[in-house]
């Protein structure tokens, strides 16, 4: 068995409850580090998964020493599009992974990525660090901190959408596409499609249950779709609405699993999708970005012609925080994990805006014309 | 204004390679080393000045300088394709080869192709086989930064594979080549990270996988009259410099099979039929597609340059002929005598597939029916209807041999949706419509004159034609239009009914079962009728079958469009000028005579000069007591070349 990784791997991802002070030095963080790891695992000790939960919270705490000096990173963001060009070939500087550091206000170009960018992903197993795009082109890998890539797949899978890694086996990976789910189990030597038991084929997210590695949610264009044997087999969940366009899990209540879609809004389940209902208030239209704090208190949505909505129980029932008329759709949402009310969201076409006070008021924050497909914090 | 393509030496070596005798005397007054302009080039807008007898003698000229043009053989036109590529000022990699083959300005095409191989703006699909093509092609004339930097290109550019089949053929014939040029290097050499042999290995698996399917089930961006060149121009380039002569056996057999698939379609330069995609532009007035380029060149027709302007600009001024040009490929005489005898007409049928569904369809590529009529005057051509191909589909019209511009006619719903576009492309499925606006500017405009549309569908048998539409009442732009050429000879309104149109030799007869309102436009007449539950029938004839344009209006006059209670039966039937009787019913039966028409027996290609079976991966061609025929099976060639 690979040591446990550190893994930021989907577009609408929780923080994994992690939770750093503001402005905190390195030391201070990987203390609060320790002390929330310590707390979460104590707490989850008497449920029938936690030894599972604890034996990674504490990997994590005591063989990613650097892990808490690292979630202080840079944002990066994932531009699909620009408006300020119209340049198809993929060959636009204006397109791809940006990144900033925080606090900062000046996107950089992520080395060799001006490319149709979906999503992105990080892993870290032992003291090897991997960035990973899920592009036009295929998913791409680095391993040495951006500077060299590699694309794993071929032509079987064309566009990768969003990608998901295995907590264990460091060389299991699978991928989203418009083709289906795939699986490499080499480290993205091969892929297999795993769609057995699907209706459809369009997926636009798959992600990796909190506490069963084995476990799998896939936002399938028909249905949210449950694998319970690493993809081989998928079973229909009926989430009560077809057009699934993202999933999230709460971390911090693994039974919670909201997803966003294509006319219904948002639909939420208590009991790991034996039973859904409509999330109240938030219009039925289309959501393709949800997030929830690291905490677990606050959850934000996001679509088309929505502004920013926000849960505080649970998903239930929604307010609006904000809205703005030159905002068409938001594709992207972010809750720093070391300050819940830094957010951050990405819009199709406007770039990203920020608010720095839980949503009360909101700036442009750079990146003006993109449609920015993810924002994550990675090292 | 005409385009100066030659210079004075040029021109003077061009004559000298035509028969036609009367060429110094209307050279005369307008060939200048300034100025030089062919007066074919110009007809027929350009008129003379003078008296009339001279007028007379000059349009003389004319006739026979056109009719002589034909007669051009394949390496006198390819000589001045290259020579008018040779003189683009544009940066453009097939213009770079052919300023390089002829050997014209030799320093500007070594600073355009510097210039590309620098620019880093620029990338992608096109980018990849133009580059790695023109590189191999010019390679030992170029200085050795040239190679520094090609070769650069390929491990710091991204090259974007794309989301089409053109774009992949592109993208995987440029990397195919480079791979093969640049042997066992590492993934630190290449822009995706990959060594030449994991390139060259997913570039052919590619290419073999599109062979097949293309073979086996038909194309995905079939007989599209700008996008043909996308597949045509890497096949010849795989045909010149793939080392593997398997492929090259094979880019031999794809060339083949596209330029026959385009053959029996062909008529005087004209792509005619149905189109899974292609521009307005080219669409409204078809010789100055992108394929004319290709027709001229290897069928010999039309008869005037492609780029003289001569039918109006051409909407993409690309040179991607001139890899034909310098190409050792040679067409197939029997392929060009199937484009190019009309001598009796003939039906055509053909299975195609759709684009890749990504959703909203429970197969990936289901099969596209695809009917032909094609006369010496007109072909009449159509797809069985539904939505095919987004943005750019052409689902029928009737094109017209004719020396006028606009030289065709047809019907369409310009329907749009984000879910027709989520049905193949993975974006955002409510912002969809304004992302494809960025790109094909006229995707949401109610007056396009290219769309596919859910609420459309086709019946046609030889000459005659139904097109049905049941437009649902929240459908984008609930309207039909049709586009009726202001170039027609004549267009009246008759009390039968029947709108009837006179284009040369061609006859169109046009009955619409709704009522209808007229828009005058620039260059055309826009029928328009508003009812949802709608539908035309349309018969054309010719001088040779029908006579007189009084008679084929007066036997027209005499047959009777039964569409009663079409609201509710969306059902409509129509005994021909021939006496044959078509019924056709909205998501309904096809009866011809009485009997239902099955689409799913269409072969492959099925016709006097094509016949292939889908799923075999064999093609047949024939023509008089001559065969050809491809088998992708055992990638061998057997028959007349």
């Known amino acids: 068995m690979n040591s446990r990784p550190f893994i930021i791997n989907h577009r609408s991802c929780h923080s994994g409850g992690i939770l750093f002070k503001p402005n905190a030095s390195a030391r201070e963080q990987k203390d609060s580090f320790r002390m929330t790891v310590l707390f979460i695992s104590a707490k989850l000790h008497k449920t029938t998964r936690s030894f599972f939960l604890t034996y990674w919270l504490f990997h994590l705490a005591f063989t990613n020493t650097c892990l808490a000096q690292n979630m202080a990173g840079r944002i990066y963001a994932a531009v699909l599009f620009n408006n300020s060009k119209s340049n198809v070939t993929g060959a636009d500087r204006y397109i791809g992974v940006f990144a900033r550091a925080k606090g900062d206000t000046a996107w950089k170009n992520f080395p060799n990525t001006n490319l149709f960018a979906f999503g992105l992903g990080f892993a870290q197993h032992g003291a090897t660090q991997r960035y990973y795009i899920a592009g036009g082109n295929g998913l791409h890998r680095s391993a040495d901190g951006g500077k060299t890539w590699k694309i794993l797949t071929g032509w079987e899978t064309m566009e990768v959408l969003s990608v998901a890694f295995d907590p264990v086996e460091a060389k299991i990976i699978y991928i989203a596409t418009p083709y289906g789910i795939f699986k490499s189990i080499d480290d993205g030597k091969n892929w297999a499609e795993k769609m057995r038991g699907c209706k459809s084929w369009y997926t636009d997210e798959v992600i990796i249950d909190a506490l069963d590695r084995h476990t799998l949610y896939a936002a399938v264009d028909d249905d949210l779709y449950r694998s319970r044997d690493g993809g081989e087999n998928w079973v229909a969940l009926q989430a009560g609405a077809p057009g699934i366009r993202t999933v999230v899990q709460l971390a911090t209540h693994s039974n919670v699993i909201l997803v966003g879609t294509e006319d219904y809004g948002v639909r939420v389940t208590f009991d790991e999708g034996k039973n859904w209902s409509g999330g109240k208030g938030i219009p039925a239209t289309a959501i393709y970005a949800i997030h929830a704090s690291s905490n677990g208190k606050a959850i934000y949505a996001g679509g088309y012609k929505t502004g920013v909505w926000r849960s505080n129980d649970l998903g239930q029932s929604w307010l609006q925080i904000w809205t703005a008329p030159e905002i068409e759709a938001i594709y992207s949402l972010f809750v720093d994990p070391a300050n819940a009310d830094h957010l951050l969201v990405g819009t199709n076409g406007k770039g990203i805006y920020e608010s720095t006070d839980g949503g009360m008021t909101w700036k442009q924050a750079g990146l003006e014309g993109a449609h920015v497909k993810q924002i994550s914090i990675l090292p | 204004m005409p385009a100066k393509f030659f210079n004075h030496k040029e021109h003077k070596a061009h004559k000298e390679k035509t028969l036609c005798s009367l060429w110094p005397l209307w050279c005369s007054f307008d060939c200048s080393p300034s100025r030089v302009t062919h007066y074919w080039e110009t007809y027929p807008r350009k008129k003379p000045a003078g008296n009339p007898a001279f007028q007379f003698t000059v349009l003389a000229i004319l006739l026979v300088a056109g009719a002589s043009q034909s007669q051009f053989s394949f390496d006198a036109r390819k000589d001045r394709l290259l020579n008018a590529a040779g003189q683009e000022v544009r940066k453009d990699f097939f213009a770079i080869i052919a300023k390089l083959q002829t050997q014209t300005n030799v320093p500007q095409a070594l600073a355009m192709l510097d210039s590309l191989a620098r620019d880093e703006g620029i990338g992608g699909m096109f980018y990849a086989y133009g580059l790695i093509g023109t590189y191999l092609r010019a390679r030992s004339l170029l200085p050795d930064s040239l190679h520094v930097k090609i070769r650069r290109a390929f491990r710091t550019r991204v090259m974007y594979r794309g989301d089409t089949e053109n774009h992949w053929v592109m993208y995987y014939t440029g990397l195919y080549l480079a791979a093969q040029t640049w042997p066992n290097e590492d993934g630190a050499q290449w822009f995706n990270g990959k060594s030449s042999q994991e390139n060259f290995a997913e570039a052919k698996s590619w290419l073999d996988h599109w062979i097949k399917l293309t073979t086996t089930k038909g194309q995905g961006e079939f007989d599209s009259p700008t996008y043909f060149i996308t597949f045509v121009t890497p096949m010849l380039t795989l045909y010149e410099f793939a080392r593997d002569p398997v492929m090259r056996k094979e880019a031999e057999m794809m060339l083949d099979y596209l330029f026959a698939d385009f053959a029996v379609e062909h008529l005087r330069g004209n792509y005619g039929g149905g189109h899974s995609r292609d521009y307005p532009q080219d669409i409204i007035n078809p010789l100055v597609a992108a394929s004319t380029m290709w027709a001229w060149l290897y069928f010999g027709e039309p008869e005037f340059e492609p780029w003289s302007g001569a039918r109006g600009p051409m909407r993409h001024r690309g040179w991607e002929a001139v890899n034909g040009a310098v190409s050792s490929y040679r067409l197939p005489e029997i392929i060009r005598q199937i484009a190019t005898d009309r001598s009796a007409p003939y039906v055509h049928t053909e299975t195609k597939r759709v684009r890749n569904v990504i959703r909203f369809g429970e197969q990936k590529n289901p099969p596209v029916y695809k009917y032909t009529y094609m006369t010496n005057d007109y072909v009449l051509g159509s797809l069985h209807g ?65 769309a596919s549309s859910p609420y459309e569908q086709t019946f046609q048998h030889k000459n005659v034609l139904m097109v049905l539409y049941n437009i649902n009442e929240n459908a984008q732009h609930a309207h039909l239009d049709g586009f009726f050429p202001k170039s027609l000879d004549e267009r009246f309104e008759d009390a039968s009914k029947w709108i009837f149109c006179k284009a040369g030799k061609t006859y169109i007869a046009f009955y619409p079962l709704q009522p209808y309102e007229w828009i005058e436009e620039e260059v055309n007449w ?116």
């Open chain 2, 526 to 641: 826009r029928w328009r009728s508003r009812d949802l539950k709608n539908g035309v029938v349309v018969e054309i004839g010719a001088e040779t079958t029908h006579g007189s344009f009084a008679e084929f209006k007066n036997r027209l006059r005499q047959t009777k469009v039964a569409h009663d209670n079409f609201d509710e039966t969306l059902t409509v039937q129509y005994t021909t000028s021939a006496g044959e009787l078509m019924q056709f019913t909205y998501d309904g039966q096809r009866l011809l005579n009485g009997k239902p028409v099955d689409f799913k027996s269409y072969k492959l290609f099925n016709g006097p000069f094509l016949q292939s079976e889908v799923g075999s991966g064999v093609l047949k061609i024939i023509y008089k007591n001559q065969t050809r025929i491809l088998d992708f099976n055992k990638i061998s060639i057997k028959g007349e070349k």
């Open chain 2, 386 to 450: 539904g939505v095919l191909q987004p943005i750019q589909q052409h689902t029928w019209d009737v094109t017209f041999v004719s020396d006028q511009p606009n030289n065709t006619l047809f019907t369409l719903h310009p329907y749009y949706s984000g879910k027709e576009l989520a049905m193949f492309f993975p974006e955002e499925q409510k912002v969809l419509s304004d992302e494809v606006n960025r790109f094909h500017l006229v995707y949401t405009n109610p007056d396009k004159w290219n």
